[in-house]
C-alpha cells in the first residue's frame, strides 16, 4: 500500500492540509504540536474511521469547527482507490455523515462497509495497522 494524497480539512490541529507524496520515502519533521502525529492519524482515519484514532470523534474536530473532513487516495496491488470521510456535529454528538470507498469496481458507501473492505484489502484491522505503521509517543 502507497498513499498518495491526502487532504484534511479540520482534523485535531489541522484546519486545511494537503499533501501529495511522491514515491520512496517521505519525511515529516516540526516542532513538538505542529501536527505531525495528527497528519499521520487522519490517514489511520480515512481508512479505518473512529476506531484508529486516539480520543473520540468529537475529539477530532478541530476547535471551533462543526465539521471535518478527511480524503486519502491511495495504491494497493497496482489499483488506485480513494476514501472519504465526513464528520458533523449534530447537536453535542459528533457523526460521520459521508463515508465513501472509491475502488477499481465502483464505490462502496457506509461506514461498516467500507470499514470491512480495507480489512479484507489489507488483511488487517484497525488496530494491527495502527500498530505496525506508527509508535506512539
Do not use: W
Not at 499521520?40 to 473532513?69: H, K, P, R, V, W
Not at 460521520?96 to 467500507?114: A, F, H, K, N, Y
Request: glycine share 8%; charged share 25%; with cysteine.
Amino acid at each position: 500500500m502507497r498513499f498518495e494524497r491526502i487532504r484534511i480539512r479540520n482534523f485535531k490541529s489541522h484546519g486545511e492540509t494537503e499533501l501529495s507524496l511522491r514515491p520512496g520515502v517521505t519525511v515529516i519533521h516540526g516542532v513538538n504540536g505542529s501536527g505531525k502525529s495528527s497528519l499521520l492519524q487522519a490517514c489511520f482515519f480515512a481508512l479505518y474511521g473512529a476506531s484508529a484514532i486516539d480520543g473520540t470523534l468529537d475529539d477530532a474536530i478541530a476547535n471551533d469547527a462543526e465539521e471535518m473532513g478527511v480524503t486519502l487516495s491511495f495504491t494497493h496491488d497496482g489499483a488506485d482507490y480513494r476514501v472519504e470521510r465526513e464528520v458533523k456535529l449534530r447537536g453535542e454528538t459528533a457523526q460521520t455523515t459521508t463515508c465513501v470507498l472509491e475502488t477499481p469496481s465502483g464505490p462502496i458507501e457506509q461506514v461498516t462497509d467500507v470499514e470491512a473492505h480495507i480489512e479484507g484489502l489489507l488483511r488487517m484491522d484497525a488496530e494491527a495497522f495502527v500498530n505496525c505503521a506508527y509508535v506512539q509517543q
